[in-house]
């Protein structure tokens, strides 16, 4: 358990999924975006980003499906894939620019207000975390055949 006095770990993400999710956040006004979010260990991309090689940087939106009949009844995102997803997005759009009750909370929560500028970080206890964003695209993914 952390000490009161212990300092947050700083959130990573890259200046695309910032950028998404703030073009998503201003698409969906005036309804809020709740959306997971997972990261990509800092070794694995082409730049050196100056951290450990094991650090997560923020890279990659889980968005949530529509039909989601399975999650509304179950609770259950099959949208998202297992023990992927640490982190999530929440906007705000009527306020307020901090986490409340009805959020639904993960270790790391990037939340956005309008007028859809910049993204804040906070830890599920509501801490506000430093956010560091970089310009750098996570490897490409594809599919096993």
Same mark, same amino acid.
Not at 27 to 45: H, M, R
Not at 117 to 132: G, K, N
Not at 138 to 145: F, G, I, N, R
């Given at each position: 358990m952390s000490r009161p006095d212990e300092e947050a770990a700083p959130v990573y993400a890259t200046r695309g999924l910032v950028d998404l999710l703030l073009e998503r956040a201003?698409?969906?006004?005036?309804?809020?975006?709740?959306?997971?979010?997972?990261? %990509?260990?800092?070794?694995?991309?082409?730049?050196?980003l100056g951290l450990d090689p094991s650090t997560p940087v923020l890279s990659h939106v889980y968005l949530p499906a529509s039909g989601s009949a399975v999650s509304d009844v179950f609770g259950v995102d099959l949208g998202t894939p297992a023990g992927r997803g640490r982190a999530r997005f929440l906007t705000h759009p009527q306020?307020?620019? %901090?986490? %409340?009750?009805?959020?639904?909370?993960?270790?790391?929560?990037?939340?956005?207000?309008?007028?859809?500028?910049?993204?804040?970080?906070?830890?599920?206890?509501?801490?506000?975390?430093?956010?560091?964003v970089f310009d750098a695209e996570?490897? %490409?993914?594809?599919?096993?055949?």
């Open positions: 201003a698409a969906a006004e005036p309804s809020q975006v709740n959306a997971v979010l997972d990261s %990509t260990p800092a070794a694995d991309f082409e730049t050196d306020g307020p620019a %901090t986490l %409340t009750r009805r959020d639904d909370l993960a270790g790391v929560v990037l939340l956005a207000v309008p007028p859809w500028e910049e993204i804040q970080a906070f830890d599920r206890r509501s801490r506000r975390l430093s956010l560091t996570p490897p %490409t993914e594809s599919l096993p055949e």
